[in-house]
């Protein structure tokens, strides 16, 4: 029995049932952000909580409850189907995916290849980017993710380059952001690779990729993209970035399940990262060569479809005004407070889902540590503290398509409260 009958036929099937669950149609691209009646359906996909408000789905989006009764049944099928659907039917299946990924993306096939998480794919690319010699230097920036800033200071001793670091406004205009990275390209003429994160973790900042990429290419350097927040939480055309590197997670704004990553090389330049610890025996041309994940979990993988289904019922488009619009309500309801300081610029070319925020003065980790605290205790309502950044510690809001506008409306009513 393959995989495709094990899911018509198996008692799996009924473990977990959709009733009372509204399916969401096609038609939703016609919806409005402002269609409450349409994101109540969008919310009753989803089994939250009820112990806190969550604005968090920055370290994870929950599966929608659709999503989690395929995994649940992809999960029962591989559990009893084992090895030997592994062995005979599992890379059929892949590849599958691996295809509509690559349609979806407008890339081919066999420039992409699953990983584990965007960290893991982002690893590989920038410890494998073999055009670095001594006296070279790598260039990224503060609001980049701290694992990947970690990775590029390596290079200083696996590759011998400079590493250089800048700082990016706070907060930053769409003119400021670009005009950050040419200054870093003109003061450092010996660089050949960039870290260019497309929507910031820390901040929520999203960077004009396509302007900086060119700008960088033109100086002769390469750009590395770090695209794990950036791809399903808003609409944009990933070849219209031009670039020849990227890292993607599907756990995030994509909200497969747990454990699934993507990478991706242009194909004329896989020579450009050097194979994982000798991967490429066989043929040294292949991107699946430059990872090397061993087991993964496969029942995480089957159900990437399904979660991709998911959010085409709904639409990107959708979802990005949606999460804007909720981003926005809370911003506007706490804009004229002059102890918040918000770090995430309001043009909409530059944020989607995810802002961050401060209390005037409240600088340190351990400020913005108790925050969270009193936030959750108190306010019930749950939010992270961030570091790294060069103004100091912030706290990040990361609403989800299962909050409400109420939800939001709770964090303003409580920042105002506690700073009256």
């Known amino acids: 029995m393959d995989r495709r009958q094990f899911l018509q036929t198996s008692a799996a099937m009924t473990a977990v049932t959709m009733t009372g ?10 919806r409005s952000s402002t269609d409450e009646n349409f994101w109540k359906i969008v919310q009753n996909q989803y089994d939250v909580t009820d112990e806190v408000t969550n604005l968090e789905a920055g370290y994870w989006s929950i599966m929608s409850i659709p999503t989690t009764q395929e995994y649940i049944r992809n999960t029962h099928f591989v559990n009893s189907n084992n090895t030997y659907y592994a062995r005979r039917n599992y890379n059929r ?11 979806k993306l407008g890339v081919g096939n066999d420039e992409i290849v699953l990983t584990r998480n965007a960290t893991e794919s982002l690893q590989s690319l920038i410890n494998g980017y073999n055009k670095l010699k001594p006296g070279d230097s790598v260039i990224y920036a503060d609001t980049d993710y701290g694992s990947m800033q970690s990775e590029m200071r390596y290079l200083k001793q696996y590759r011998g380059v400079d590493v250089i670091k800048f700082d990016m406004p ?4 769409y003119q400021d952001t670009i005009d950050a990275y040419e200054k870093g390209l003109k003061e450092n003429p010996n660089a050949k690779m960039m870290l260019v994160t497309h929507l910031s973790n ?5 960077t004009p990729v396509k302007e900086v990429t060119a700008m960088a290419k033109a100086h002769g350097v390469d750009v ?5 927040h950036s791809w399903g939480q808003f609409d944009f055309d990933f070849q219209d970035l031009g670039v020849d590197f990227c890292g993607f997670n599907l756990h995030k704004w994509i909200a497969a399940p747990l454990g699934v990553g993507m990478m991706y090389i242009r194909k004329n330049r896989v020579l450009d990262i050097d194979p994982l610890r000798g991967e490429a025996a066989a043929d040294n ?7 090397h994940t061993g087991t993964m979990n496969f029942a995480s993988v089957l159900t990437i479809p399904t979660a991709l289904d998911f959010q085409e019922n709904i639409g990107i488009k959708n979802i990005g005004a949606r999460f804007r619009s909720l981003r926005n309500q809370w911003v506007s309801e706490v804009r004229d407070n002059k102890n918040v300081e918000i770090l995430t610029p309001d043009d ?9 925020f401060r209390l005037k003065g409240k600088t340190t980790y351990e400020d913005n540590s108790n925050l969270v605290k009193l936030l959750t205790e108190k306010y019930k309502i749950f939010t992270v503290a961030i570091g790294g950044l060069s103004g100091g510690g912030a706290i990040r809001v990361s609403p989800a398509l299962y909050n409400s506008r109420s939800d ?3 964090l303003s009513a409580a920042l105002n409260d506690i700073t009256s």
């Open 224 to 228: 590395i993209l770090d695209a794990a």
């Open 348 to 356: 909409e070319r530059m944020h989607a889902a995810i802002t961050s």
């Open 202 to 206: 820390r901040t929520g900042l999203i």
């Open 93 to 103: 299946d892949y590849d599958a995916i691996i295809d509509r990924l690559a349609k």
């Open 285 to 291: 041309t292949s991107v699946r060569t430059r990872v």
């Open 21 to 30: 669950i509204p399916l969401i149609s096609r038609a939703a691209e016609m």
């Open 170 to 173: 706070e907060p930053a205009s």
């Open 408 to 410: 939001v409306q709770k």
